[in-house]
């Protein structure tokens, strides 16, 4: 199924679209390593027409679930668009198609998705990644840890 609206239906008036999409009818399963899409995508939207064209705006709202880039460790993160705003010409060369009387803001709302999907998901701000333990490994960080030096310590100490 995707998102679409019938341009009859927004001749007088505006039109407002509330539902959700599954992360499968969006095309987002396998976007990225890190970032995986468990939840629909909410989305609550009012279509109007402006002279010629259609113009849709609203909010897209979803749960993601995500590994941190730094050590690995799962968590969960809201994705909110508050502010989603597509203009849909109707005539030029970026005239949006028209089928069956029908639109659709599937491709639109996916693009926007993918904009805002978090390009390094941490686990939090401070996330120090994972650890060196004495035998050589590495294992996840309980937590951030003010007693490690950082980074620019270690580099400051090298004689070049």
């Not at 005239?95 to 599937?106: G, H, K, Q, R, Y």
């Not at 060196?132 to 310590?153: F, H, L, N």
């Amino acid at each position: 199924m995707s998102l679409t609206f019938n341009v009859k239906h927004v001749e007088r008036d505006s039109l407002r679209l509330q539902g959700e999409l599954t992360p499968v009818e969006l095309d987002l399963e396998q976007v990225d390593e890190l970032v995986q899409f468990t939840e629909p995508v909410v989305y609550d939207l009012v279509v109007e027409k402006v002279e010629q064209d259609y113009l849709v705006q609203g909010r897209l709202s979803t749960l993601l679930r995500c590994k941190c880039a730094r050590c690995l460790r799962a968590f969960s993160q809201n994705l909110e668009i508050s502010q989603f705003v597509v203009d849909l010409p109707t005539q030029g060369e970026e005239a949006v198609a028209v089928a069956n009387d029908s639109i659709d803001l599937t491709p639109y709302v996916r693009e926007d998705i993918l904009l805002e999907l978090p390009q390094h998901p941490l686990c939090e701000p401070e996330c120090r990644g994972l650890e060196k333990q004495a035998s050589g490994s590495v294992s996840a960080p309980e937590g951030p840890s003010s007693a490690t030096a950082s980074v620019w310590d270690e580099l400051n100490k090298l004689k070049l």
